[in-house]
């Protein structure tokens, strides 16, 4: 009975692999900034022993705003801002576990974004924990905001110059924390402008601008 016990354990404790749980992230390539971005993940367990007290900790964009979505009855999730813990606690052998996630990114043109997935499990029929990881990354090639100017093309030494900027949101995306900084020519002394300018005179900060909104800033020199 003994050997038959110790055959029985052992072949279960071995028969488990690590890799036989596939742990699959799938994203957009590409996104604009201020959408929404979606990322599917899957964890497979094709052992014949079932995973418990499994631990996936899901880590958003930078800068990015996730977005609340429903949860699944076997699975409670916690976790700041931009990281997101979820505890499974059983996963039945041939058992699939699967998640969206998903975030508005933001971020200037040709910056990338890394989301990161990292499971932590471990068979019923023993103890030693295991560990797999999953990265995508997303590439953002636009931003909505648009910035032009006017300003008188030719003037003379000492006369008076004012150029005007204006900043566009195209998108439906509120943009928050917007920086500005101005460089002027040379031999150019500011003499007045629209709105509070930071720093050298020179940084023009936009706390807001919703979706479709424009904002105007003009500087005399």
Do not use: C, H, M
């Amino acid at each position: 009975a003994a050997a038959v016990a110790a055959y029985i354990f052992f072949r279960g404790f071995y028969a488990f692999r690590k890799e036989q749980v596939e742990l699959k992230l799938e994203g957009p390539a590409e996104i604009k900034a201020g959408e929404t971005g979606v990322w599917k993940l899957g964890i497979v367990n094709n052992n014949e022993t079932e995973l418990k007290d499994a631990e996936l900790t899901f880590q958003f964009p930078d800068f990015s705003r996730p977005v609340a979505s429903g949860d699944f009855n076997s699975a409670t999730q916690s976790g700041s801002q931009l990281k997101q813990t979820i505890s499974i606690s059983t996963l039945k052998p041939e058992g699939l576990f699967e998640k969206e996630f998903r975030a508005v990114v933001y971020g200037g043109e040709g910056f990338d974004r890394k989301v990161q997935a990292v499971l932590k499990f471990k068979p019923s029929s023993g103890s030693i924990i295991f560990e797999s990881v999953a990265t995508a990354i997303t590439k953002i090639i636009s931003f909505p905001v648009n910035l032009t100017a006017e300003v008188s093309g030719e003037t003379v030494s000492g006369e008076s110059v004012e150029a005007v900027f204006k900043i566009k949101n195209e998108s439906d995306t509120v943009f928050q924390n917007i920086r500005v900084r101005l460089e002027y020519p040379s031999g150019f002394r500011v003499e007045e402008f629209s709105e509070n300018l930071f720093e050298f005179n020179n940084i023009w900060k936009i706390d807001e601008i919703l979706p479709q909104e424009s904002k105007l800033l003009s500087v005399k020199g």
